[in-house]
């Protein structure tokens, strides 16, 4: 199974016909919230393609955090391991969209700031293969996680996001980095990542200590890196409406192939043909497709 020690936020997203400047009141055309944060939207995508998936986290002891929990079980991801801090809010991302499609964000760690080392060690990991890490929690549990991973014999795979440097003691617990250009330019220390030059961020970055280092290019696809060997993978064309979540559903659905022992190869096959269909609708979990579409669509 594949466990996932991450953010969970609470999208409230707000859609205005212009941005209100400092000091104004203005009224807005809808109000909705969307379950988020990167590592329950990394657990949903794996979930929907099958495969059992714990998420550890933490909430707020408000009403967002019944509610991302249970989001949770309904995706049928085990949620025992997102725990309820008392005294702070469950992780929020404020979002004004207007109409002509600019945003305007502030997120709020809340809880997700309180994860801590102690829970890092808490986790139960026997039957798990492989734990998937990001950013959106404090570094100090991230790295906490990887080593208490690599300890259980499970494989990390962390995606770097949002982009920031690592701690040189991070670098040798991973063993599979995923990454978009963005992320790989900072950890680079590159001018630029691009479809040309992907390969050879991929091989520096691989040197660090990740054995497969995957670089994904949006509407161009993904660069994969192991054994001095890279290989570049096209995406399909589509008519992309909302790419928010294109990174976190081809990490889900690249883990859920992983740990049923697919290739590489083909594990990041299925993992673009994910990612190609949930760039067609909007949203972020809402997007994300079942193994069933992946399968009829390609
Ligand atoms: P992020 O969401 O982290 O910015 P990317 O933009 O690289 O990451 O997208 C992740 C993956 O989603 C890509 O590797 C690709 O497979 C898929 N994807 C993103 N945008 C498109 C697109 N316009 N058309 C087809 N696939 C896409």
Redesign the pocket.
Known sequence: SVAVFGSLNMDLVVRVPRMPEAGETLTGRSFLTNPGGKGANQAVACARQGARVAMVGRVGDDAFGAELRSALAVQGVDASGVLETPGVSTGVAAILVDDGAQNCISVVPGANGQVAEADADAMRLAGTKLLLLQLEVPMAAVLRAAQVARAAGCQVLLNP?PAQALPEALWPLVDILVL???EAKLLGGLADVHAGNAAEAAAQLSARGPRDVIV????E??VWFADGKSRHFP????R?VD?T??????IGALAALLVEGATMDRAVEH??RA??I??TRVGAQASMPTRAEVLTRS
Request: aromatic share 4%; hydrophobic share 60%; charged share 5%.
């Open positions: 996001a978009n250009e963005i994904t290019l949006g509407a696809g993904a995406a399909p064309q589509v992309a790419t979540a294109a990174g976190d559903t081809f993992a673009i990612a190609a949930a760039v």
